[in-house]
């Protein structure tokens, strides 16, 4: 049965989990809006982006997708699928076609995240193996999740998911963003992308813009309600 009610699909970043999303979507169910946070798998950016485009493909009706923190990367890319209506960025990168996410961050002062990564690596069929990161438990709380509490932080520092670190130089086969109405949440205290860069990108973008300010990068861990305001909006908006 179609509706005209978008399915939000929210798409979780790195270092984290669709866990993260757990308070908004409490939010959202409660407004009756049908939503998924389905698992980013991390590997690169074209892998992931065609990963996100097949679940919203096979969703019946339109899509709002919603990004945050790399996931903006992907959406940006998944988002030109056909159903796709709208793009909601939450303290996240939004791309321009033939940037990558290297290109992006290096047009502003690097944030505390740069200097806190630690190198794993993991093995490739027949090849050697590839490097992935996730950001130094010690770390964590300040340069992830600052505003967040010390004991939710410890978990999600144990919990994050790495990744690939070829992801940061993969550069964006597409800019959704071009075609299709964006919104865009910028978190006024993230230490993991430097919130300028998240200004520019949504300016760009011509998106919607709210700031948040003494917001962390777990913006939607912290603030649940104010992201899914946002994301509400978007679906009225496409409704």
């Known amino acids: 049965m179609t509706t005209s009610t978008p399915t939000v699909v929210l798409v979780h970043g790195a270092f984290a989990d669709a866990a993260g999303w757990s308070g908004v979507i409490a939010e959202l169910q409660s407004d009756g809006i049908p939503v998924i946070a389905p698992p980013n798998p991390l590997r690169g950016l074209a892998a992931d982006a065609a990963y996100v485009a097949s679940i919203a493909s096979q969703i019946n009706g339109p899509v709002v997708l919603v990004g945050h923190s790399y996931g903006g990367a992907v959406i940006t890319v998944a988002g030109a699928t056909d159903n796709v209506v709208a793009l909601v960025y939450v303290a996240a990168y939004a791309l321009e076609e033939g940037e990558s996410l290297g290109e992006l961050q290096g047009s502003f002062p690097a944030s505390p995240l740069v200097s806190n990564l630690k190198q794993w690596t993991y093995p490739i069929a027949g090849g050697d193996p590839a490097v992935e990161v996730t950001i130094a438990e010690e770390a964590f709380p300040s340069v992830f999740a600052a505003d967040v509490p010390a004991e939710v932080t410890k978990v999600l520092a144990a919990a994050q998911r790495p990744l690939a670190a070829a992801a940061f130089e993969e550069t964006a086969s597409a800019a959704a963003w071009k075609l299709k109405p964006s919104w865009a949440l910028v978190a006024g205290a993230d230490n993991a992308i430097n919130p300028d860069v998240e200004r520019f ?39």
């Open 201 to 239: 990108a949504a300016k760009r973008a011509g998106a919607t813009v709210v700031e948040v300010e003494g917001a962390s990068h777990a913006v939607a861990v912290s603030r649940p309600k104010e992201v899914a305001d946002l994301i509400l909006e978007a679906v009225r908006a496409m409704s």
